[in-house]
């Protein structure tokens, strides 16, 4: 109750007169209601009413009636996209009765964190590695790239791209979100930002957060901020990479090996959660993203990178719902850990110049090359059915395949290029 005094407080003190509640709908896509301050007493105490038919992969028939209740932990000073300032809450998703909905994804990772804690995983911190682009406004995307000679660690090649990028990390350490470092990446206006380790929940809202921030700054300056995996034929495309790594200072080495083990298990099932768009499988298997199962301390690419005791996950990207991706990689580990995995043997060299012999001969699986192959993938293992609950796996598999069928029955520029004149 004191923590709730102390809010409105603030809010008064700091004369601000608008409160943001925020949630992500099923694929990631981040939903807000504004309220004015003056409300937040009653919607702490009562929550806010509204229809879960209308978001999507929440619709329920009988239960379209839904509730937000902000989680109080997560409030922060905020910017308006017009200057103005705001309070921000995130807010998990409950029935008319009260009870948890099952379809959240902030609660279908918390799920998979109890399980997780159950099944004997050490307590995890998560850091994410965020890539991506800040391309002109007004400009064809075929030429924006010719503007930026910058590459990997170089400094922005405009003055407008560096103060964006500096209201960015100020956007973010005013949200509790403080970025290690800010860089600009391999490909011609493209950037990246690295969040701080955090716990499951709070690292999800915090790659939220950050998307949400960067979008703004973006807009501001000009730039259109894109997540998109692969924009670029010719250039890398972004990643969203995520780190695992024990929150103790002494890391049980089996366990943690058993978690790789798991994750590397369910590595074709995950990436229809990690990777889950029709774009992103032009990323995968490309100059600097896996397109093979395994994992190296040393493979310039490998899918699992071991950090120490930790281990950093390079296929997820950033269209992925981080709390659904996060939820599914701590099931796959703990199922490792369940199962007592052992770890393959390490990648030294790169899987895409073996043969196919080769490959099945060093149990080296590839990861799917579409979308669809991801779904058919997902669909088949059990262990991440159950994290993400019959609700979250129908209404994913549904739109995803929709998805997908629209892609493949779209007659696309290229194939007018090749067959046109046969």
């Excluded at 959240?104 to 307590?123: F, K, N, S, V």
């Excluded at 366990?255 to 229809?272: K, N, P, W």
């Excluded at 490959?359 to 991440?384: G, I, M, S, Y």
């Amino acid at each position: 109750m004191s923590s709730v005094v102390s809010l409105l407080q603030q809010l008064e003190a700091e004369r601000i007169d608008t409160v943001q509640l925020q949630f992500t709908d099923l694929m990631g896509a981040v939903k807000a209601v504004s309220i004015p301050s003056s409300r937040l007493a009653d919607v702490l105490d009562r929550g806010v009413n509204f229809d879960g038919s209308s978001v999507e992969g929440f619709a329920r028939g009988e239960e379209s009636d839904m509730r937000l209740v902000p989680d109080l932990a997560t409030a922060c000073r905020w910017r308006s996209a017009f200057g103005g300032r705001a309070l921000r809450l995130i807010c998990d998703v409950v029935l008319p009765d009260g009870l948890p909905f099952a379809g959240d994804p902030r609660r279908i990772l918390a799920r998979a964190a109890a399980r997780a804690a159950a099944a004997g995983a050490p307590e995890m911190l998560v850091s994410a590695e965020l890539e991506f682009f800040l391309l002109p406004q007004g400009e064809r995307l075929e030429d924006a790239h010719l503007r930026d000679p910058a590459r990997y660690f170089d400094a922005p090649s405009s003055d407008f791209a560096a103060r964006c990028l500096r209201l960015i990390a100020e956007g973010l350490s005013e949200a509790g979100i403080p970025a290690t470092q800010i860089h600009h990446e391999a490909a011609p206006h493209q950037y990246e930002i690295d969040l701080a380790p955090l716990p499951p929940i709070p690292a999800a809202d915090a790659i939220i957060t950050a998307k949400l921030a960067i979008r703004r700054e973006a807009a501001r300056f000009g730039f259109t901020a894109s997540f998109m995996p692969k924009p670029f034929t010719d250039h890398p495309g972004s990643g969203l990479h995520l780190t695992f790594a024990p929150a103790g200072e002494e890391a049980d080495v089996s366990r943690g090996a058993s978690f790789a083990a798991g994750i590397l298990e369910h590595a074709r099932g995950l990436s229809a959660i990690a990777s889950p768009t029709v774009n992103s499988y032009k990323r995968l298997g490309g100059s600097e993203a896996p397109g093979f199962v395994g994992w190296s301390d040393r493979h310039p690419a490998p899918y699992l990178r071991a950090v120490g005791s930790a281990w950093e996950w390079r296929a997820p990207d950033a269209s992925a719902n981080p709390y659904l991706a996060i939820a599914c990689a701590l099931a796959a580990g703990s199922d490792g850990i369940e199962q007592a995995m052992p770890l393959p043997n390490r990648l030294d060299e790169r899987p895409e110049i073996w043969s196919e012999e080769q490959r099945f001969l060093r149990r080296v699986a590839a990861l799917p090359e579409t979308l669809r192959d991801a779904l058919d993938a997902l669909e088949q293992d059990e262990c991440l059915q159950a994290a993400l609950g019959d609700h979250a796996m129908h209404h994913f598999l549904e739109a995803k395949r929709l998805e997908w069928e629209a892609y493949a029955r779209t007659v696309h520029v290229w194939e007018r290029e090749q067959y046109l004149t046969l």
